[in-house]
């Protein structure tokens, strides 16, 4: 007999937990409903059959039947296949949770790693049709009931992540958000004597003592695991602008029509009375109706310097789009003549949303060179302690975002990741793990809506289904010895890597005046020792004679704009904030940092 009572606390819990629109209320109710039915979600080779069990609600059912429908395809073996496995995946981006997701049907125990404590990404991704298929299957409409309804084939990165977030939860995918991975760092994957962990901030996260034998970096472009090597595509240069505004969800908005997209070539005549009458040179332009308006463009140098957006012209994208160079207001001004324009003046009332940090959403970068990683898969073994690492998403090949490849391309490897990951849970041997992974990664780049399979609805994670013509073995065991790393080189009992950073930063502020880093937070107050670190890799950058300790506004904001232009690196607080406000953020201390010492590791000969 169906339930239907609305007001058992279960099932307004559920229905809650289905609706609900921001990541941590999707925590907070989940777990309300975990508690309210008693059970532990960290059983999770049970969770899923339990929550059917306790939850008897039609609602639920409803999305039991699509999940069942995935969960019972022949490639899980009922989840016994990956029983005995443990993954960590880094990043809960899409490609990051869509792999946790394939992860936990195969019967792994999954946990995802987020540095981020919220979804913030308004921009709105362009679907190819098998993803909207793939996630249909996992209920997104029960999440979403808006989901491409009628011609509409897109959705934002949030809203995606939202939807991938409640699944995931629901098959027993432990997700932490508001967890940093140290990168890079020797030893940010460590052994110890019962395992592989990873060094997380903050230190005493119960995540770090979780032991796995895989590990999956989904961390987006920046997050690249050592042993991985990179190839770098560069085009002529392209700088992307997005920008979104308030969606009033008026009848006059829901009027006017998107642009799918619309590139120079294909009308000339839209691009010059776009010159013409705004100034405005674009070699592209998209606008998707979602959450918010949202615009995707490609914008000429030359016009943004005469509109002056930007300042000064540079050779460098670095330098030419760092935060110094470019007039924020006139950038503003700029995306949104552009959007005025192509939706012929119709939007009314056009605000922009606000971004992560209560900004206009608008922002502008370089996509000129793109990376792409030689390998998807490494294997490495310490004291006889076997982990295997794949890479995914964006981390694995960067997309050039016209194409829409981005998620296209994201969840195939997604897929074929948790292909390789099952053959590792059968206990194929490694190298032969390693080579099928490595002979499936040669098609990827080369996958478009035409070619890969028509046959969407049974896609599955084995290759065969997805792909046309697959070669599991056209790379073979003996041609990937380089991709089996079991040199015992690592002090496995080193101090933390949060330590390790201190270290280094200590000894690269060695012997500057007025400087002396004790910790991550208050020695960096001044400035002075951040402006000491980039002394130290870029003497030509700074005098630091000419410096004083009480102007630390000053010398924070020249620190901020130096690594900005030089390294592309965006501060993650006022120059003010850092010299007064009573608490500096330690995570996000910990993250500038990291990404400072990589940066001047990566490019100093
Ligand atoms: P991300 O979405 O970048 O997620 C990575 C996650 O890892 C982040 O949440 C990050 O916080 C986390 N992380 C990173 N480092 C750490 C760490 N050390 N510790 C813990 N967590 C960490 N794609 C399409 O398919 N269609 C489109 O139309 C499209 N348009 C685009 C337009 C633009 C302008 C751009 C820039 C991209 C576009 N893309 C598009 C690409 C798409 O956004 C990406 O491919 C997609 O977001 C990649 O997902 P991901 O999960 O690999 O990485």
């Known amino acids: 007999m169906v339930n239907q009572d609305p007001t058992n606390p279960s099932h307004a819990l559920f229905d809650q937990f289905v609706q609900t629109q921001t990541c941590k209320e999707v925590q907070r109710t989940f777990s309300e409903l975990c508690h309210h039915l008693e059970l532990d979600p960290r059983d999770y080779q049970s969770f899923y059959t339990k929550l059917k069990e306790r939850l008897n609600y039609w609602k639920a059912k409803a999305l039991w039947i699509k999940l069942d429908k995935r969960a019972q395809h022949q490639d899980y073996q009922q989840g016994k296949v990956c029983a005995k496995t443990k993954c960590l995946v880094l990043g809960a981006g899409p490609c990051g949770l ?25 921009n709105v991704l362009h ?26 084939d897109h959705i934002s990165i949030r809203q995606l992540q939202l939807i991938l977030l409640k699944v995931s939860l629901l098959l027993g995918v432990e997700v932490n958000t508001g967890t940093l991975m140290l990168c890079s760092l020797c030893g940010s994957l460590w052994l110890t004597p019962s395992g592989w962990m990873a060094k997380l901030f903050p230190d005493d996260h119960p995540a770090g003592k979780f032991q796995f034998d895989v590990f999956i970096s989904a961390g987006g472009g920046r997050f690249v695991p050592d042993g991985f090597r990179w190839k770098e595509l560069r085009g002529k240069l392209a700088i992307g602008i997005t920008c979104n505004f308030i969606n009033h969800h008026s009848a006059a908005e829901a009027q006017v029509a998107e642009i799918s997209g619309v590139a120079r070539i294909y009308n000339q005549k839209f691009f010059q009375d776009l ?29 943004l310097l005469k509109m002056g957006v930007i300042k000064q012209d540079f ?14 207001d006139a950038l503003l001004r700029y995306a949104h003549g552009a959007a005025h324009f192509s939706t012929d003046h119709r939007l009314p009332n056009m605000q922009f949303a606000l971004n992560h940090a209560g900004q206009p959403d608008v922002a502008m970068f370089d996509f000129t060179c793109m990376h792409r990683a030689e390998n998807a898969s490494l294997v490495r073994e310490r004291k006889g302690k076997k982990l295997l690492i794949g890479l995914v998403g964006d981390c694995l090949v960067e997309p050039f975002w016209p194409l829409g490849t981005g998620i296209a391309r994201g969840f195939l490897a997604a897929f074929d990741t948790a292909w390789m990951v099952r053959s590792w849970g059968k206990g194929k041997p490694h190298l032969e793990v390693v080579a099928e992974r490595e002979s499936i990664y040669q098609l990827l780049s080369q996958t478009t809506p035409e070619n890969i399979s028509k046959n969407y609805s049974a896609f599955s994670i084995d290759p065969a289904t997805r792909y046309q013509h697959v070669n599991l073995n056209s790379i073979k065991a003996n041609q ?19 330590e390790e950073l201190l270290k280094w930063c200590q000894q690269h502020t060695a012997g500057y005046d007025r400087v002396k880093v004790k910790d991550l937070t208050q020695s960096w107050r001044s400035g002075l020792a951040l402006c000491a670190l980039i002394n130290t890799f870029r003497p030509h950058l700074i005098d630091m004679s000419s410096l004083k300790e009480s102007d630390s506004v000053h010398n924070n904001q020249l620190a901020f704009s130096l690594l900005e232009e030089e390294l592309g690196i965006p501060p993650i607080i006022s120059a003010s904030d850092m010299a007064t406000k009573e ?14 010492h990589d940066a001047f590791n990566e490019r100093t000969p």
């Open 315 to 328: 050779s460098d994208a670095n330098q030419l789009l760092g935060q110094a160079n470019v007039d924020q």
């Open 480 to 498: 990937l010895q380089h991709l089996y790393d079991v040199e015992d080189h690592i002090d496995l009992d080193s101090v933390g890597a949060f």
């Open 98 to 122: 869509r792999t946790a997701i394939e992860l936990a049907l195969l019967g792994a125990q999954v946990v995802v790693l987020e540095k981020r404590d919220s979804f913030s990404r308004n």
């Open 127 to 152: 679907l190819w049709p098998y993803t909207i298929c793939d996630l249909r299957g996992l209920a997104a409409k029960k999440f979403y009931g808006k989901f491409c309804t009628g011609a509409l």
């Open 275 to 303: 010159l013409t009458e705004e100034g405005i040179d674009l070699e592209n332009i998209v606008y998707y109706k979602d959450a918010t308006h949202y615009f995707v463009m490609t914008a000429k140098k030359k016009s």
């Open 583 to 596: 608490q500096i953020d330690k995570l996000s201390m910990v993250l500038y940092l990291t990404q400072i």
